[in-house]
């Protein structure tokens, strides 16, 4: 029997550390039996960066927290005492962040595909309420568009319950649990993820839906198509935003005319007073680009502004969640000054930033990996 032996020396990075593994394999020539080390079950095959899956893990999460890739690659190393460099975070960060995009892309299609099964199951005796925000925010690519503009729109969701709140004694609120998506592309794409998020956050279990939206038509439509029970408010900050930037150029950014109007405008709004406020414009008239038409703007709007109505009922009339959403889910971590971004980067992280502000880094990206 001709017998041989190979030896094999591998340094594997840990979450305990780096070690030396040392594997020897066995063979005969002539029967050709043959002994190796057992990769496939201690999880050693095709590890990609000589890292174990829980260490990539580890770096993907630091690689979405901090504010560059630089930055966690000294935090994981502090942390840790391992030394990755900050190309290599990256592609960790991005190459994880792919495969939970991936995967929620597929479930988005599906849950769109198939909305006409969802199990409807109306908490018709307590008052609970889901709220679904929505919003775009942009995000500076290497990329020019036909434009020739570098920046792409992001759109984030959140979703949440009232029963996921808690008040404070000054009136505002804690939102306990939040569901959140990321997606650079268009509305129709987006579709699928709002309504993914909708169901994970209690979608056709409460007893009411309400929409608050800045008055963009593709939040209008698809509120109508996905959540036709849906109430949908315009948001009264935005709007209120819209009547001062108004004001402002009627008359001539002077102070003690335009303030005035505005507060005037603004009342009659919140009052319910709409045909009143109308008639503090005019009919038709020509503005800046950056100036949005009031009278249009409400008209389009008109069946979302009864905020006496909605005051009654207990809603939120403003969206400062997804506002907040923007800034924790896309400006903290993907617009820190000279940043930017390939696109496909750029969603790969998002989408590792949503997981984790939904707190569903344990229950939908450590599996995916171990899957994979």
Same mark, same amino acid.
């Given at each position: 029997?001709?017998?041989?032996?190979?030896?094999?020396?591998?340094?594997?990075?840990?979450?305990?550390?780096?070690?030396?593994?040392?594997?020897?394999?066995?063979?005969?020539?002539?029967?050709?039996?043959?002994?190796?080390?057992?990769?496939? !079950?201690?999880?050693?095959?095709?590890?990609?960066?000589? /890292?174990?899956?829980?260490? /990539?893990? $580890?770096?993907?999460?630091?690689? @979405?927290? @901090?504010?560059?890739?630089?930055?966690?690659?000294?935090?994981?190393?502090?942390?840790?005492? /391992?030394?990755?460099?900050?190309?290599?975070?990256? /592609?960790?960060?991005?190459? &994880?962040?792919?495969?939970?995009?991936?995967?929620?892309? %597929? !479930?988005? *299609?599906? +849950?769109?595909?198939?909305?006409?099964?969802? #199990?409807?199951?109306?908490?018709?005796? =307590?008052?609970?309420?889901?709220?679904?925000?929505?919003?775009? *925010?942009?995000?500076?690519?290497?990329?020019?568009?036909?434009?020739?503009?570098?920046?792409?729109?992001?759109?984030?969701?959140?979703?949440?319950?009232?029963?996921?709140? &808690? =008040?404070?004694?000054?009136?505002?609120?804690?939102?306990?649990? %939040? $569901?959140?998506?990321?997606?650079?592309?268009? *509305? $129709?794409?987006?579709?699928?993820?709002?309504?993914?998020?909708?169901?994970?956050?209690?979608?056709?279990?409460?007893?009411?839906?309400?929409?608050?939206?800045?008055?963009?038509?593709?939040?209008?439509?698809?509120?109508?198509?996905?959540?036709?029970?849906?109430?949908?408010?315009?948001?009264?900050?935005?709007?209120? #935003?819209?009547?001062?930037?108004?004001?402002?150029?009627?008359?001539?950014?002077?102070?003690?005319?335009? +303030?005035?109007?505005?507060?005037?405008?603004?009342? =009659?709004?919140?009052?319910?007073?709409?045909?009143?406020?109308? @008639?503090?414009?005019?009919?038709?008239?020509?503005?800046?680009?950056?100036?949005?038409?009031?009278?249009?703007?409400?008209?389009?709007?008109?069946? !979302? +502004?009864?905020?006496?109505?909605?005051?009654?009922?207990?809603?939120?009339?403003?969206?400062?969640?997804? $506002?907040?959403?923007?800034?924790?889910?896309?400006?903290?971590?993907?617009? @820190?000054?000279?940043?930017?971004?390939?696109?496909?980067?750029?969603?790969?992280?998002?989408?590792?930033?949503?997981?984790?502000?939904?707190?569903?880094?344990?229950?939908?990206?450590?599996?995916?990996? *171990?899957?994979?």
């Amino acid at each position: 029997m001709r017998c041989a032996k190979k030896a094999e020396r591998l340094a594997l990075k840990t979450l305990c550390g780096e070690l030396e593994l040392y594997r020897d394999y066995y063979y005969c020539r002539e029967c050709r039996y043959s002994e190796s080390p057992l990769d496939e !079950r201690l999880s050693l095959t095709n590890l990609p960066y000589k /890292m174990t899956k829980g260490l /990539m893990l $580890e770096a993907a999460y630091y690689g @979405q927290n @901090q504010s560059s890739f630089t930055d966690a690659s000294e935090m994981l190393k502090r942390a840790l005492h /391992m030394d990755i460099n900050k190309e290599t975070m990256r /592609m960790i960060t991005e190459g &994880i962040g792919r495969i939970v995009f991936e995967t929620d892309t %597929k !479930r988005a *299609a599906y +849950v769109l595909e198939n909305m006409h099964e969802i #199990e409807f199951k109306w908490d018709e005796n =307590k008052k609970s309420i889901l709220y679904i925000m929505t919003d775009g *925010a942009s995000v500076n690519t290497r990329i020019k568009d036909e434009n020739g503009s570098t920046w792409r729109e992001n759109k984030t969701v959140i979703a949440f319950t009232n029963k996921d709140m &808690i =008040k404070r004694k000054d009136g505002s609120h804690i939102i306990t649990k %939040k $569901e959140y998506a990321a997606f650079i592309g268009s *509305a $129709e794409n987006f579709k699928g993820h709002v309504l993914n998020t909708a169901i994970n956050a209690g979608y056709c279990k409460t007893s009411e839906v309400v929409i608050i939206g800045d008055g963009a038509a593709w939040i209008r439509n698809m509120g109508n198509e996905l959540f036709p029970e849906a109430v949908q408010i315009l948001d009264l900050y935005h709007l209120k #935003e819209n009547i001062y930037s108004y004001a402002k150029y009627k008359f001539a950014n002077n102070e003690k005319e335009y +303030v005035p109007w505005a507060e005037i405008f603004i009342d =009659k709004i919140e009052k319910g007073n709409i045909k009143d406020a109308l @008639q503090l414009l005019p009919e038709e008239e020509k503005l800046p680009s950056n100036i949005v038409n009031l009278r249009t703007y409400i008209n389009n709007n008109i069946d !979302r +502004v009864d905020y006496p109505k909605y005051k009654e009922k207990g809603y939120f009339v403003g969206s400062g969640a997804i $506002e907040s959403a923007n800034k924790v889910i896309l400006q903290r971590r993907l617009k @820190q000054a000279g940043m930017r971004w390939s696109v496909r980067g750029a969603q790969d992280v998002l989408s590792l930033r949503a997981k984790v502000e939904s707190n569903r880094w344990e229950s939908d990206v450590k599996p995916l990996l *171990a899957a994979s």
